[in-house]
Structures are given as C-alpha cells and as structure tokens.
C-alpha cells in the first residue's frame, strides 16, 4: 500500500529547502514505507523529469557534502509533479485520478501538506472536501497544516471550523518545527525520565523560570511579512508557549498524543489571563534600530521585533513562580534556551556565596545551536579557605552522540505518515495560545502601551528589558552558547 505525500505550493522555498530533503534524508537512513510516492502540486508547469532536476539542485544545496548522488538517484523516482491551482475544482479532480492511478488498487495513507501562502489554506480544505479526497474508504487520510495557524483566536477558530467540516480532528496535523527538534522532546525525557530532578520541579525550589529565543538576524526579506505579524505572531504564540507547556506540564499517563496534549492544555488554561491595565507592567516591547529602513517596513513602524512578556500559571505546581518569555531580531547572537532558575539557599555560610539569584543553581537546557544543557552550582574555590565559586556541570548532544542533528522536518514528516500527532497541535490547544497572546497585542495597538523601547542591533534587546527584570528583583541569563 504504501503512502502518497501530496505537497501544495510544491514550487516555492518550503518544499526545496526543508520538506524535500528531510524526505531525502528519510529515504537515506531507510525509514519510509515503501513505496513512498512525493507529489507536488503547483500553478507552475514541470513535468516529472523536469521537477526532479530542480530539487536534485536545491537538494543537493541544502544537504550540503552529505549529499549522494547515486542515492538521490535511487530517491528520485518516487517524486512526480501534477501542475494544479487551488482555486480550481477540476485540478482536484484530476489530482484524485492521479493519485488513484498512482497507487493502484490496494490505496494507501495517503499524506497532504499545505506548503502554500496562509491565505490558501482554507481554498485547499475546500477543495479536498469537495474531490472527496479526504474520506478514508482506500486508508488514513491526513493533512498537515503550516504556521501560522491563523493571526489571532477569531481566525484560528474560523480555521478550525472550515478544516473540521472537510477533516476530523484525528486527520489534522498542525506542525510547528520547533517541536521537531531533538532538544524539545528532550525536555520530556530529562523530566520523565530522571526520577531526581520530579521532586524539585515546582515553586518550592524553582525561583523562575526564562525561554528565550533570540535571532541575530534582521528581518531582511521578510520585512513586508514581519511588519504584519510582529514578534508575538511570528513567535511566541507557537514556539514559546510550546516550551512553556513541555517545561511546566504534568507526567501524562501514557506516552501518546492525546495524554501529552492533555497535559499541556491544562497548563493553557491554568495561565492567568493579562488584561488591558496589566499588560503594561507584564510586557515589554521594542524594536531594533533601522528596522523602520528595511524593505517592505512603514517608516513609522510600530511593530515590536522584541518582545518580553511575563505569565504565570495558576496550579500548585507552579503558584508564584513568574515564566519569563522573551524574543527578539537582531539580537546579540541565535540562541533558543530554557533557563531554570532555582531558589537561593535558605542562608549562605560561605565567602563568595552572592545574595544575588543569578548565583543560584540553575539550568539552562540549551534548544539550539549549542544542543545540550548546563546544570550551574556552587563549589570551592582550591586554596582560598571556603570561599565558593558558580561552576557547571556540561552535557552536549555533539560530543555524545555520533553524527549530526538531524532536521526537525524529519522527525515530524515521519509522525505524520505513522500517524502519531504527539508533536503536533491541537484545535484547542491553538485556540487557547491564541487567547493567550491577543490581550497583550490589542493593548499594544490601543492604547499602544507600554511604550515602544528601542535597541541597536547585536544588543540583547532594549534597556527596558533589563530594568524591567531588575525591578522584579531579577536579571535575565544573557550569556550566549558555547559551540565547541
């Protein structure tokens, strides 16, 4: 039977650079069901052979020297190309009776991912429904949708409903890549895996807790796209709030997808909402200087490429302990970390020892580029009486393991054609972070409080930040990765 991955928007920068080579590198490692069938689809006109020589440019590019020539060759009959539009009824039909053709009589799971702009999603679901190409008589029909998952709660229920109308909820796979990545699910596993550290993770040891996520780029090309969105779209409803759940969820009962999303749309709900006179004091939002000069940006942007922003979760678990979510462009380097700062001891006996919390032990569970995690503590100084110094302790994925990271895409792309949605958001879930983050945009835009700090780029964000965490008693880790 196989399994048939149907890519709309096949012709744009999605397929070449991530979907195609992550399922080169699947076909690579011997992890796809055989036979796989790839099938792109797009307005623009490629026949098989045609298409095929495109990607084995593209792919070969972004695999970089681990690229084989003889095994794409090998890779590369699996991929074909119906040109189609989305608006057009009779392209999905003739993708049908390619798709039958191609698989033959015995069916199979049949895979269809929306690579396209946003605005197409909904057209897509549409057409599907109307082709009857989402019914599972000839096997699993599913659907990968790409973020964003809409722009604020309203939209993405509006989504939801039109995809819910063509595709039940078990069919539908709302990816985020960043759940992809080898480092996030090892958050699961260093918390459910580890017995030692369960009796420490709650308010009783943990003063607060940071995820950041830090891009040293600007936004270059996607100036126009970026003045729409801003730091909070583009950021922290999807990627950050994601963390959030990993690091303060509960144990699920079981290791599937429906007890792990459980778990972390309790932590959703359990967030205490911000409203209008609080967002003030519980943000902080800036933007780099020059942004306002980058192509596609109105000169007087007031769309933040910065962003803190400060929750808390309303459980016994977490009552009292401030998560700290923070982002930005044109930061002092990429960094993606989630830091876990502990409680100073109840009294400190030695030299050295600083009354500061940032001298407390912590952890720092390294997302990327430096995959891995430091456990910060004090120790003695040799030969200086006991006078105390913070030191850590070291885990990188690179020195433990053998080979590289491999690409997020991978990992999830393969859930999908097995049908495990433990990575992947669900309609609830989408909704709530949506519920989440629009208070704190709306005050932004009316009244446009707090006011918009500026910083120069390479800075860990505006001053504000840093006076904001002071005044809290806090300082943020802003210490960037070691890649050696």
Known sequence: ?????????ASGDLTSRKLVPALYELHRKRRLPAPTRIVGFSRTPFAHDAWRAKLAESTAQFIGATFDRQTWEAFAPSLFYQPGDIERPEDFRS??????????????????????????????????????????????????????FGIDRASARQL?????????????????????????QN??????????????????????????????????????YYDRAGVL?????????????????????????????????????AIRPIGPEEVTAATVRGQYRGYRSEPGVAGDSQTATFAAVRLCIDNWRWQGVPFYLRSGKAMSCPTTQIVIQFRQPPLMLFEGGSGSP????????????????????????????????????S??????????????YQRLLLDVIGGDASLFARADEVELAWGIMDPISEAWVNPGLPPLA????????????REWMLRQRREWFDTCPVLH
């Open 454 to 465: 500026f910083y120069e780029p390479g800075e860990w964000g505006p001053e504000e930040s």
């Open 358 to 393: 940032h001298e407390a032990n912590r952890l720092v569970i390294q997302i990327q580029p430096a995959e891995g995690m430091q456990l910060h503590f004090q120790t003695k100084v040799p030969d200086a009486g006991m006078r105390v110094r913070l030191t850590d302790l």
């Open 160 to 184: 939801n409903d039109a995809v819910h109308r063509v595709f039940a909820e078990h069919q539908v796979y709302r990816i985020d890549h960043y759940l992809g990545k080898e480092t996030v």
């Open 95 to 148: 993708l049908g009776d390619f798709l039958r053709d191609l698989e033959g009589p015995g069916g199979g799971t049949r895979v269809y991912y929306l690579a396209t702009a946003p605005q197409s999603y909904g057209p897509a679901i549409r057409q599907l429904g109307a082709a009857a190409l989402a019914e599972e008589s000839r096997g699993p029909r599913c659907i990968v949708i790409e973020k964003p």
């Open 233 to 269: 779209r583009d950021m922290f409803q999807n990627h950050l709030l994601q963390q959030l759940t990993l690091t303060a969820m509960e144990a699920p009962a079981r290791f599937e997808a429906d007890a792990i999303r459980d778990e972390k749309v309790k932590v959703l709900r």
């Open 1 to 9: 039977m196989g399994c048939s991955i149907v890519i709309f928007g």
């Open 395 to 408: 885990f990188r994925f690179r020195e433990k393991f053998a080979g590289g990271m491999p690409d997020a």
């Open 187 to 224: 958050v699961l596993v260093f918390r459910f895996a580890n017995a030692i550290f369960e009796p420490i993770w709650n308010r009783n040891y943990v003063e607060h807790v940071e995820i950041t996520a830090a891009e040293a780029m600007k936004v270059g090309h996607r100036g126009g």
